[in-house]
C-alpha cells in the first residue's frame, strides 16, 4: 500500500483550545459531522462552532504537532533532514553574505564529498558578479 498505511488524524482538545484562548469562529454550515460532534462534547447543535489551529503561535502548534507524532518518527533520519537544512541554511546565508558585500569573497558552492563544483548548464549568462561559479 505505500508509505502511509495508516493516517491519524490531530486535533485540539476543546480544553486547548479554552487554555490558548483561541477565538471562536462559526462553524460550517450543512458539515453531517457537526450534531454528532456537538452532542459528544456538550455543544448546542443550533450553534456551530469551530476553532482554528492557525489561531496558534507557529512555534507552538510546531511544538504540539512534533509532540503528538513523535512515537511515528524515525528521529535518526529527522535530524539528518535537519542537519542538511542547517548546512544549506548557512551556505545559502554565505552566498548572501558575499554578494552584498564585494569586498568580501564568497564562497563557492561545491558537490558534497567530491571537492568539484557542480555542472553548470550554458546559459550564455557572463557570470560577472560576486560569488559567481564562472565567468567566460
Given at each position: 500500500?505505500?508509505?502511509?498505511?495508516?493516517?491519524?488524524?490531530?486535533?485540539?482538545?476543546?480544553?486547548?483550545?479554552?487554555?490558548?484562548?483561541?477565538?471562536?469562529?462559526?462553524?460550517?454550515?450543512?458539515?453531517?459531522?457537526?450534531?454528532?460532534?456537538a452532542?459528544?462534547?456538550?455543544?448546542?447543535?443550533?450553534?456551530?462552532?469551530?476553532?482554528e489551529?492557525?489561531?496558534?503561535?507557529?512555534?507552538?502548534?510546531?511544538?504540539?504537532?512534533?509532540?503528538?507524532g513523535?512515537?511515528?518518527?524515525?528521529?535518526?533520519?529527522?535530524?539528518?533532514?535537519?542537519?542538511?537544512?542547517?548546512?544549506?541554511?548557512?551556505?545559502?546565508?554565505?552566498?548572501?553574505d558575499?554578494?552584498?558585500?564585494?569586498?568580501?569573497?564568497?564562497?563557492?558552492?561545491?558537490?558534497?564529498?567530491?571537492?568539484?563544483?557542480?555542472?553548470?548548464?550554458?546559459?550564455?549568462?557572463?557570470?560577472?558578479?560576486?560569488?559567481?561559479?564562472?565567468?567566460?
Amino acid at each position: 500500500m505505500g508509505h502511509w498505511d495508516h493516517v491519524e488524524r490531530l486535533l485540539l482538545t476543546r480544553e486547548q483550545a479554552e487554555a490558548y484562548r483561541l477565538p471562536a469562529t462559526e462553524g460550517k454550515r450543512g458539515d453531517p459531522r457537526w450534531p454528532a460532534w456537538a452532542h459528544r462534547h456538550g455543544y448546542d447543535v443550533e450553534n456551530l462552532v469551530q476553532w482554528e489551529v492557525e489561531g496558534l503561535d507557529p512555534g507552538e502548534l510546531r511544538r504540539l504537532v512534533l509532540g503528538a507524532g513523535t512515537a511515528y518518527l524515525d528521529m535518526r533520519a529527522l535530524e539528518a533532514v535537519l542537519a542538511e537544512e542547517r548546512r544549506q541554511r548557512a551556505a545559502l546565508q554565505a552566498f548572501v553574505d558575499g554578494w552584498q558585500n564585494p569586498d568580501r569573497r564568497a564562497p563557492t558552492i561545491r558537490q558534497r564529498g567530491t571537492g568539484r563544483r557542480p555542472p553548470v548548464p550554458d546559459t550564455g549568462w557572463s557570470g560577472r558578479c560576486p560569488g559567481a561559479w564562472r565567468s567566460r
